[in-house]
């Protein structure tokens, strides 16, 4: 009975030690948990300093940076505009030979070269070559009898010697031509009108600028005043009564 009886006593203190071991793990969690939201409060309050700081600066340069995206944005249009109209034309003279030159035979091309008095040389040399159409209008380009820009001398030509389907070509290109004065003079407008946009951009950009100059000195000015009128306080505090108004001022930060 008595063994029994010390059995019992033993197992108590045994529980009674494990109590106390799950009471001191317990103190040990709570105490790591308060320093782990201690952290947490520091890191916190360190990122909306640096957020307060980021957001500062850049307040400064927002203003520039619309102004230079808008004076991007209006280039890009401008040189797309311009770009589009250079790569969607296919009214060259040069092109308009490549294409005629099936349409008109050699004899043809005789009747051209007798109607411009071409000599009889090089009026030979043309006809024997490759591209006798081509040939005979590099010649009269270069000797000025047909102008690239105005061919309509040339559509007289054909037209008198009955060569109906260079005729036909040829008036393709001079629509062509007068279609492209238009588009382009069109652009013209575009491009005059976004240089004056341009303009004035740059005109708001210099006075946005002078603005955030003067508000940045406006700043520098109140930051001086605080600063002194703090000071005053400072020495004027020895002199009078304690204050509690007047102790959360000095308690202010030194940055403002």
């Given at each position: 009975?008595?063994?029994?009886?010390?059995?019992?006593?033993?197992?108590?203190d045994a529980?009674d030690d494990?109590?106390d071991?799950?009471d001191?793990?317990?103190?040990d969690?709570?105490?790591?948990?308060?320093?782990?939201?201690?952290?947490?409060?520091?890191?916190?309050?360190?990122?909306a300093?640096?957020?307060?700081d980021?957001?500062a600066?850049d307040?400064d340069?927002?203003?520039?940076?619309y102004?230079?995206?808008l004076?991007?944005?209006l280039?890009?249009?401008l040189?797309?505009?311009?770009?589009?109209a250079k790569?969607?034309?296919?009214?060259?003279?040069?092109?308009?030979?490549?294409?005629?030159?099936?349409?008109?035979e050699?004899?043809?091309c005789?009747k051209?070269?007798?109607y411009?008095?071409?000599?009889a040389?090089?009026?030979?040399?043309?006809?024997?070559?490759d591209?006798?159409?081509?040939?005979?209008?590099?010649?009269?380009?270069?000797?000025?009898?047909v102008s690239?820009d105005d061919?309509?001398h040339?559509m007289?030509?054909?037209?008198?010697?009955?060569?109906s389907?260079l005729?036909?070509?040829?008036?393709?290109?001079?629509q062509?031509?007068?279609?492209?004065?238009d588009?382009?003079?069109?652009?013209?407008?575009?491009?005059?009108?976004?240089?004056h946009?341009?303009?004035?951009?740059?005109d708001?950009?210099k006075q946005?600028?002078?603005?955030?100059?003067?508000?940045?000195?406006?700043l520098?000015?109140?930051k001086?005043?605080?600063?002194?009128?703090k000071?005053e306080?400072?020495?004027?505090?020895?002199n009078?009564?304690r204050?509690?108004?007047?102790?959360?001022?000095?308690?202010?930060?030194?940055k403002?």
């Open positions: 009975m008595m063994m029994m009886m010390m059995i019992d006593d033993d197992d108590d529980d494990a109590d071991d799950d001191d793990d317990d103190d969690d709570d105490d790591d948990d308060d320093d782990d939201d201690d952290d947490d409060d520091d890191a916190a309050a360190a990122d300093n640096d957020a307060n980021a957001a600066d307040a340069t927002y203003i520039e940076i102004i230079e995206q004076c991007l944005d280039y890009r249009d040189y797309r505009d311009l770009y589009s790569s969607s034309d296919i009214f060259t003279f040069d092109i308009l030979l490549m294409c005629s030159e099936s349409l008109i050699k004899h043809d005789q051209l070269l007798d411009f008095e071409v000599p040389k090089e009026s030979k040399d043309i006809i024997e070559s591209a006798p159409f081509f040939s005979a209008i590099h010649h009269l380009r270069e000797a000025g009898k690239v061919i309509s040339l007289r030509a054909c037209s008198d010697k009955g060569l389907k005729v036909a070509v040829l008036t393709v290109y001079q062509g031509q007068v279609l492209n004065k588009q382009l003079k069109a652009l013209e407008g575009k491009r005059q009108e976004l240089s946009q341009l303009t004035e951009s740059e708001d950009k946005l600028t002078g603005r955030l100059k003067t508000s940045k000195e406006e520098k000015d109140a001086s005043s605080l600063r002194a009128t000071d306080l400072v020495k004027s505090h020895w009078m009564p204050n509690p108004a007047l102790q959360e001022v000095l308690k202010l930060p030194e403002l």
